[in-house]
């Protein structure tokens, strides 16, 4: 978690359009929990509980952004989730981290490894079909902030 705090912390310094949503309480990791069904691995818990979620110019790490983490909004873990599985039937062993349209980057919560953490899948609505490519959350966010930070390197120059 070390290299995503590196990273959010120099894109939150040096990078317009990138925010966090700041820290969110257990109580509220474990409210979203029970609200979706799930047990969230442990990478993405810490992250909610130390970011709460992440966007740069309307591209998001799905996370909480509110006091009330069920509420409605872009880039909302829970709306997001909900808002594919009402509409195109996403399985509800899918937590959308990264809403695309047509394939959004999911926690794929039926194949947690010993140490809790789960794979995280890209899902295509279309053919009904996943790919893996991350094997955790962790791995997904670094690789997300990372790109951004390449977006963005001409600061780091």
């Known amino acids: 978690m070390k290299l995503i705090q590196n990273y959010i912390e120099t894109l939150t310094d040096h990078v317009e359009g990138f925010a966090t949503a700041g ?14 069904a799930v047990t969230l691995p442990p990478s ?3 992250f909610l509980q130390r970011y709460g979620a992440v966007s740069h110019f309307g591209s998001y790490i799905c996370g909480i952004w509110h006091a009330d983490p069920l ?4 880039g909302s873990v829970y709306n997001e989730t909900i808002q594919f599985r009402t509409e195109d039937d996403l399985p509800a ?14 926690i794929d919560t039926r194949k947690p490894s ?19 490519i991350a094997s ?9 902030l990372e790109l951004r930070a ?8």
């Open 44 to 46: 993405y818990r810490d």
């Open 93 to 106: 062993h899918l937590i959308v981290i990264e809403a695309d349209p047509d394939a959004p980057c999911c």
């Open 136 to 144: 955790s959350f962790e791995a997904f966010a670094q690789e997300w």
């Open 150 to 157: 390449m977006d963005e390197s001409e600061w780091m120059n």
């Open 71 to 74: 509420r409605a909004t872009d």
């Open 23 to 36: 820290p969110k309480s257990l109580a509220k990791v474990a409210s979203l929990e029970r609200a979706l």
């Open 114 to 132: 010993t140490n809790g953490e789960c794979p995280v899948v890209c899902y295509d609505l279309h053919a009904r079909e996943s790919e893996q």
